[in-house]
C-alpha cells in the first residue's frame, strides 16, 4: 500500500503551530468496504430487512465474544467497545480498530 504514495504529494517540512518537523510518518490503514457493526445494523434497517431483536443481539453477541476471545489470546484490552469497533474485512472477518 505504501507503494501507492506519491512522494512528490507529500509537503515536508511539517510546521505545527510554529514547531518545525522536518520528519514525520504516515500511519496507513486500508478501508474496508463492508463497513462495522453500526453501519450494517443500520443498513439493514434502513432497507426494511427485517432484523428480529434476537438477531441483532446475535450479531452483537457474536461479535463481544470473538473480540474478547482475540484480546484475552493476545493479552491486550480495550477500553471501550462499541458497534463502531467491529470491523468486516472484504471477505466479511471480524477487525476489531479504536485501540486508544
Not at 504516515?26 to 453501519?39: D, F, Q, S
Not at 443500520?42 to 430487512?49: E, G
Not at 465474544?65 to 474485512?89: A, M, Q, T, Y
Request: negative net charge; contains cysteine; hydrophobic residues 45%.
Amino acid at each position: 500500500m505504501a507503494a501507492n504514495i506519491d512522494p512528490s504529494q507529500i509537503q515536508a517540512p511539517l510546521v505545527i503551530n510554529g514547531e518545525y518537523y522536518p520528519v514525520y510518518a504516515y500511519i496507513l490503514l486500508p478501508y474496508y468496504t463492508n463497513g462495522n457493526l453500526r453501519h450494517l445494523l443500520w443498513i439493514a434497517k434502513s432497507s426494511n430487512i427485517p432484523l428480529t431483536p434476537g438477531l441483532e443481539n446475535y450479531l452483537w453477541l457474536q461479535c463481544l465474544l470473538c473480540v474478547v476471545d482475540l484480546l484475552d489470546l493476545g493479552g491486550l484490552s480495550h477500553r471501550i467497545l462499541k458497534p463502531e469497533d467491529f470491523i468486516f474485512d472484504n471477505n466479511w472477518r471480524l477487525m476489531l480498530s479504536g485501540f486508544d
